[in-house]
């Protein structure tokens, strides 16, 4: 999943993409280096990121939306506002990545009838405030808890399962030692049944751990896409669409060899 954010602000790539024509060449360019989903946002969502008026990540996202609907690819809508959510599954997008598993008011039923795909991302409170003072016993198993509750109170109104992917939310009411750990746990969520989404790309996390600023977080980004997806993610979202595919090339091509090498000494 490559990340396009049309937004001034956005952590690492903000106010690059914030035109119509530099967001559609952008994500051309997240196209030609084999992104299968693009995942558009409007509003950062970065901690203590002041909430953007509902109209202005409208104003922002829509546009690019309308003219990526011809793109013959999975487009994905970053938004927990359910005006947005309906506004764009018309405009031909067929994923809604919600940070707030559609707990604002109206956003599940935007989704219900409309046959698209879900992400319920783990965010205990709101961006503006989650980094105050996280605080878990064990968070592997207690964002285990929540994604799991969570999805059974989506199931419950009406989405279908196979509608949806989890996600645990790194940088989200987390610290640093949270994301760890979650990392290093992520195989217990794997086991709930539904596609493991991760976004690891860029953040401040891998930055404290390489001492890196933004711009040089590429070779932590790509070691964390790989430690997700050996550890069970089904889809990562990140900026460097093109180096992330190469790494996971190498992994699946030796994992391809270790399983046949297996089932040979089984048989
Ligand atoms: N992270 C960001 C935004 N949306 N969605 C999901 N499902 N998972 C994530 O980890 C996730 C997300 C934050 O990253 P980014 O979009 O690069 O920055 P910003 O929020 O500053 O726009």
Not at 65 to 77: E, F, H, K, Y
Not at 112 to 128: F, K, Q, T
Not at 130 to 154: C, F, K, T
Request: net charge negative; proline share 5%.
């Amino acid at each position: 999943m490559g990340v396009l954010n049309v937004t001034p602000d956005s952590f690492s790539d903000g106010g690059r993409h914030a035109t119509l024509d530099a967001a559609l060449a952008r994500a051309r360019v997240l196209i030609d280096e084999g992104a299968d989903i693009l995942d558009v946002g409007g509003e950062s969502t970065r901690p203590g990121a002041t909430p953007v008026p509902a109209e202005v990540e409208r104003a922002r996202v829509l546009p690019v939306l309308r003219q990526l609907r011809d793109l013959a690819r999975p487009i994905s809508v970053d938004t927990s506002d359910p005006a947005l959510m309906r506004a764009a599954l018309d405009a031909g997008v067929s994923i809604v990545n919600d940070v707030r598993a559609l707990r604002r008011p109206g956003a599940l039923e935007a989704v219900r009838a409309a046959d698209c795909g879900v992400v319920l991302m783990h965010l205990p409170g709101e961006p503006a405030t989650m980094q105050d003072a996280p605080a878990y016993a064990d968070v592997v198993g207690e964002v285990r808890g929540w994604l799991a509750a969570r999805a059974d109170a989506v199931l419950a109104e009406g989405v279908a399962a196979d509608r949806l992917a989890l996600d645990p939310g790194f940088g989200f009411g987390k610290t640093h030692e949270h994301n760890r750990q979650l990392l290093a746990g992520l195989d217990r969520l794997a086991d709930l049944g539904r596609p493991l989404l991760v976004g690891l790309s860029r953040k401040s996390s891998l930055g404290r751990l390489t001492g890196r600023a933004v711009a040089d977080r590429l070779p932590a980004s790509l070691a964390a896409a790989l430690l997700a997806v050996e550890r069970g993610a089904r889809i990562v979202r990140v900026h460097d669409v093109a180096a992330t595919r190469d790494v996971l090339a190498i992994w699946e091509s030796v994992a391809d060899c270790a399983d046949r090498a297996r089932s040979e000494t089984l048989a």
